[in-house]
């Protein structure tokens, strides 16, 4: 298996790194790479992050969103001995999974809502909320968002993070938003500037 791609450049590929690459071809080209790679690479590419707030919109921006099977958020223990559990996802393409590592967690406010702005916005924003699942301890997964039960989703990614206190109904109201403007058939970033003029009517 090779350390370098002609496309995506060298492993272990980073998340920050593919912002400018994600954003210099259509939809269509860079999901049709994506499959390329996973068709030659054992149906399978991981993709780091180092923060605790990555830049998850333009990698979900890239994609065709028809092209996306399912996204499965699950817990992880092996990345921050200092955590209970980080997040990861894995977006399911034709040819194999895209895996998403990077620092979600929610041990302190600041890192929670970071789950909310980095994380969960941009699934909704996409319109991908309904395509999105959790993946519980024993295997089984269960829908994201049931309806418009957006306290439900929260409990359940809390709990998923393994600090389950780290609930607070002030993060419905962003969940909502974006599932209102994620309605507009349009790109990513057009959705998440309405987004943020909507939370911020003022700035």
């Given at each position: 298996?090779?350390?370098?791609?002609?496309?995506f450049?060298?492993k272990?590929?980073n998340l920050?790194?593919?912002?400018?690459?994600?954003?210099?071809v259509?939809?269509?080209h860079?999901?049709?790479?994506?499959?390329?790679?996973?068709n030659?690479?054992?149906?399978?590419?991981?993709?780091?992050?180092?923060?605790?707030?990555p830049d998850?919109?333009s990698?979900?921006?890239?994609i065709?969103?028809?092209?996306?099977?399912?996204?499965?958020?699950?817990?992880?223990?092996?990345?921050n001995d200092?955590?209970?559990?980080?997040?990861?996802?894995?977006?399911?393409?034709?040819?194999?999974?895209v895996?998403?590592t990077?620092?979600?967690?929610?041990?302190?406010?600041?890192r929670?809502?970071?789950?909310i702005?980095?994380?969960?916005?941009?699934?909704?924003?996409?319109a991908l909320q309904?395509?999105?699942?959790?993946?519980?301890?024993?295997?089984?997964?269960?829908?994201?968002?049931?309806?418009?039960?957006?306290?439900?989703?929260?409990?359940?990614?809390?709990?998923?993070?393994?600090?389950?206190?780290?609930?607070?109904s002030k993060y419905?109201?962003?969940?909502?938003?974006a599932?209102d403007?994620?309605?507009?058939n349009?790109?990513?970033?057009?959705?998440?500037?309405?987004?943020?003029?909507?939370?911020?009517?003022t700035?």
């Amino acid at each position: 298996m090779k350390n370098e791609d002609f496309f995506f450049g060298k492993k272990p590929f980073n998340l920050n790194d593919w912002r400018d690459l994600a954003s210099s071809v259509s939809q269509d080209h860079f999901t049709a790479q994506l499959n390329r790679y996973l068709n030659a690479n054992d149906n399978f590419l991981e993709i780091m992050d180092g923060t605790s707030h990555p830049d998850f919109s333009s990698l979900l921006g890239a994609i065709s969103p028809a092209e996306i099977g399912n996204i499965r958020i699950f817990a992880r223990s092996d990345q921050n001995d200092a955590l209970k559990a980080t997040l990861a996802c894995d977006i399911l393409l034709v040819n194999g999974v895209v895996r998403v590592t990077p620092q979600w967690c929610a041990y302190k406010e600041i890192r929670s809502s970071e789950i909310i702005s980095s994380l969960l916005v941009p699934i909704h924003a996409r319109a991908l909320q309904d395509k999105t699942y959790v993946v519980n301890s024993d295997g089984t997964m269960d829908k994201l968002l049931h309806g418009t039960d957006f306290e439900s989703e929260l409990q359940n990614i809390f709990t998923l993070s393994k600090y389950p206190g780290s609930y607070d109904s002030k993060y419905i109201k962003p969940l909502m938003v974006a599932t209102d403007v994620g309605r507009a058939n349009i790109p990513l970033d057009e959705v998440l500037s309405i987004y943020f003029k909507t939370m911020n009517p003022t700035s």
